[in-house]
């Protein structure tokens, strides 16, 4: 008779939120489908974060907010790879770890949850009542919620997602609508809560960097771990992620400095009607903008994918981003569209749209965040 050697044990770290948790499942269970003989455990503990549920989260200096205690028990060996929202990661890890894959994306966009007793009559943020006010914490959120709706009031409200949902509910909270993660909401199935999903089209709302998309982390060069992951990650959402987040290490922003943002994969296979080069784009300048040939039809230059030629499909990444002032007054957007098809290509196509904003002043809007963050963190310790 064959005698059961015992299941190699895979760590799973992550943080004790009900979201974290079940995160941290959803990435249990891709793992154990695709490695039927490996055990997965998950480890569930408390961060900085956590910890702190009343100081307002860009005032923390530490970046390393969620993930700090998960990452030393990493590095230790403890834990073998820890599930974060991507969101959350600060953009530079400690040296010995890295990402070793981001999972599949859920609706990066942001929601807007309206409180029940309001839920009938009003279904989105142009709709509110002026004066109404409207629970975040995100400077990102605040800042282009101002920008475009003047006529609404902004609060602090901190907790984890099931907390700041009871405040709102609560009929004596101030609170007539909170804008939470739509991913959040329906991890935890609670997305017909939503009245309104923002986009920059709907509400002219860009989400944050890395919404909506779960990392791995790793020790770097763990090549046993990494061949684990790598039958979970999700190609596409790992170049959408790390293309964001090359882009928020070059503004150097943080989670606490409003930058919005949006990518998109279009997906092309020959001649698109759209690229016939007449009332649309000059082919030439989008061939130099894109490296994508350009060919003649029946008299019109036309563009078409190169991948047509080769008979493949073109993949190629839409980046839009806004910076915006804490005030809402000033904004600078850019957007940009290339082919990406590796780590390297998505590190520079970030870079790339981060330099275009800064060519267009978004490092002064960032410049004036600070200083008024100065006076602001003053004006609390005194
Ligand atoms: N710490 C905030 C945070 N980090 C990740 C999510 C949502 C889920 C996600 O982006 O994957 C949230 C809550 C929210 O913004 O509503």
Redesign the pocket.
Known sequence: MATDTPKETIHIGTRTSL?ARVQADEVSRHLRAAWPDKHFEIHAMKTT?DNNQTTALHKFNEKAL?TQELEVLLQKGELDLIVH????MPTQLPIDLEIGGITAR?DPRDALVIKPTLAGQYKSLAELPEGSVVGTS?LRRIAQCKRHYPHLRFTDVRGN?GTRLAKLDNPESEYSAII??V??LNRLGMGERISQHLSKMNGGMLYAVG????AIEIRKDDARVQTLVDKIGDSRATLEGLAERQLMRTLEGGCSVPIGIETEWVSRKGLLDTDVGIGVKPAEEYHKLTGVAQTELGGQTAVGARGEERGELTDELIMRAIVVSLDGQEAVEAEARRRITSVKEADEFGFEVARQLVGKGADKILKQIQLDRGIIEEQGNA
């Open positions: 979201l974060g969620w929202c991507l969101k959350d859920e995100s997602l939470l993660a991913a959040g919404q909506g998309a779960l």
